[in-house]
């Protein structure tokens, strides 16, 4: 084994160990924190190699991130649950381990209830990460209500980056199963993207759109009459209307090609159900 392998191997392993001796005694103090915070910005550096992500398994790591996801520290909550989506990002070797020591549940926990925005927010991003490509992931995420919680946490009444990773969550997920849309549309997503619509942030609308656009395209409509109903509901229909004719009226070339992707979706919105 390289010298070069041998030292990020050993690293990490001092990091684990750092976050399990934390699990062991309640992380109180300032410096106690701060201590924790610079262990796992170390190791969600060495986790963006992937033969490291393939490693941490080997030395407990994914056990003691998922443990550190219990800490009374909303910012290394966070940490924890980047360096979980780090690890597990386009991996499926991290992916399996993530699932094996029940990384879903407490991810998806965590999305529906911590106190913490940033926690919510990287929790979300985390499960994008483990259930992209991989379908033992994507089948745990709909048996947790992984798609009715995102549905609802496309509604989220607190930070935007909160509805924004949601919003990047349901693309990918609301059209796997038929279980996830019937989910997807009975808590709400429908409705609750097309509040996004009217988002001050560029993401967030674009985001919206082509959720909206997604679900529109894959629901089977007899299986989930709430979906036509929510689609030709007034305030969706004014909400898309309203968008399409505030992107119409950019003159601005940048700010009208930034927005082409959600016009072309709203576009293909409106031609679906307004004045249906």
Same mark, same amino acid.
């Given at each position: 084994?390289?010298?070069?392998?041998?030292?990020?191997?050993?690293?990490?392993?001092?990091?684990?160990?750092?976050?399990?001796?934390?699990?062991?005694?309640?992380?109180?103090?300032?410096?106690?924190?701060?201590?924790?915070?610079?262990?796992?910005?170390?190791?969600?550096?060495?986790?963006?190699?992937?033969?490291?992500?393939?490693?941490?398994?080997?030395?407990?790591?994914?056990?003691?991130?998922?443990?550190?996801?219990?800490?009374?520290?909303?910012?290394?909550?966070?940490?924890?649950?980047?360096?979980?989506?780090?690890?597990?990002?386009?991996?499926?070797?991290?992916?399996?381990?993530?699932?094996?020591?029940?990384?879903?549940?407490?991810?998806?926990?965590?999305?529906?209830?911590? %106190?913490? *925005?940033?926690? &919510?927010?990287? @929790?979300?991003? #985390?499960?994008?990460?483990? +259930? /992209?490509?991989?379908?033992? $992931?994507?089948?745990?995420?709909?048996?947790?209500?992984?798609?009715?919680?995102?549905?609802?946490?496309?509604?989220?009444?607190?930070?935007?980056?909160?509805?924004?990773?949601?919003?990047?969550?349901?693309?990918?997920?609301?059209?796997?199963?038929?279980?996830?849309?019937?989910?997807?549309?009975?808590?709400?997503?429908?409705?609750?993207?097309?509040?996004?619509?009217?988002?001050?942030?560029?993401?967030?609308?674009?985001?919206?759109?082509?959720?909206?656009?997604?679900?529109?395209?894959?629901?089977?409509?007899?299986?989930?009459?709430? %979906?036509? *109903?929510?689609? &030709?509901?007034? @305030?969706?229909? #004014?909400?898309?209307?309203? +968008? /399409?004719?505030?992107?119409? $009226?950019?003159?601005?070339?940048?700010?009208?090609?930034?927005?082409?992707?959600?016009?072309?979706?709203?576009?293909?919105?409106?031609?679906?159900?307004?004045?249906?």
């Amino acid at each position: 084994m390289a010298s070069g392998l041998v030292d990020e191997v050993k690293k990490m392993k001092e990091d684990v160990e750092a976050l399990r001796n934390a699990a062991r005694g309640e992380t109180t103090s300032e410096e106690d924190g701060e201590r924790l915070e610079m262990v796992l910005e170390d190791l969600i550096e060495r986790v963006e190699n992937v033969d490291n992500a393939g490693d941490l398994h080997t030395i407990g790591g994914m056990e003691a991130l998922i443990g550190t996801m219990k800490c009374s520290r909303a910012s290394v909550r966070a940490l924890a649950a980047e360096a979980l989506a780090t690890t597990t990002q386009n991996h499926p070797k991290a992916q399996k381990h993530a699932l094996e020591e029940g990384a879903m549940g407490v991810l998806i926990e965590a999305a529906i209830s911590d %106190a913490d *925005d940033e926690v &919510r927010g990287k @929790a979300l991003f #985390a499960l994008s990460s483990l +259930t /992209r490509g991989c379908d033992d $992931a994507q089948r745990a995420f709909s048996l947790g209500g992984g798609a009715a919680a995102c549905a609802k946490l496309i509604g989220h009444d607190g930070a935007e980056r909160v509805r924004v990773k949601a919003l990047v969550l349901g693309k990918h997920v609301f059209t796997q199963s038929e279980g996830n849309m019937a989910s997807a549309v009975e808590f709400g997503a429908i409705a609750n993207a097309a509040k996004c619509l009217e988002s001050a942030d560029i993401n967030c609308r674009e985001a919206a759109a082509r959720v909206l656009l997604d679900i529109a395209r894959c629901v089977d409509f007899e299986k989930n009459p709430k %979906a036509v *109903d929510d689609f &030709r509901n007034p @305030a969706t229909i #004014a909400r898309i209307a309203k +968008t /399409r004719e505030m992107i119409a $009226a950019m003159t601005d070339e940048g700010d009208a090609s930034a927005n082409a992707e959600t016009k072309v979706a709203l576009d293909a919105l409106d031609a679906m159900f307004a004045g249906n």
